[in-house]
């Protein structure tokens, strides 16, 4: 499995989505993972048109429009569990579950992100696909 990564910088939550060199970001989707069972969980924030060179290489400042030339508000409340999913412009993504407390209170380095399987760089959480080209 494909793990994200994400840190807590003040009151706002810096995802880390993996993406191949070749691949740039489209849009970034939340939705309130508490509420999957339902048939159309809501999304809770959205962002699209990354403008910068962070935002297209998969770094995303949830809540902000930081980045981004369109972006949803700020939720309230911002829910505890999240789904974060993304579109890159080849139409394809992934998901990933985030439970914001263990991100909030987990002790990483300058430049790590949380993950399910330890503190990761960006370069770590983009090393794990598989991004040679096969020709």
Known sequence: MTVF????EGGAI????PLCPSDALRRVEVTDWDKAEDANPPIV????????????RGVVRLWSAEGF??????PAPVPSTLDVAYVDTSG???DYVLGLHAVVTAKLRRGQ???DDGPRTAA????????????
């Open 124 to 135: 770590q959480i983009d090393a794990q696909l598989d991004c040679h080209d096969s020709t």
């Open 5 to 8: 990564g994400a840190r807590a």
């Open 45 to 56: 924030w959205w962002a699209s048109g990354p403008r910068t060179t962070s935002a297209k």
């Open 92 to 94: 394809e993504g992934l």
């Open 14 to 17: 810096v995802v880390k989505i």
């Open 113 to 115: 992100y949380w993950t």
């Open 69 to 74: 030339e369109r972006h949803a508000a700020k």
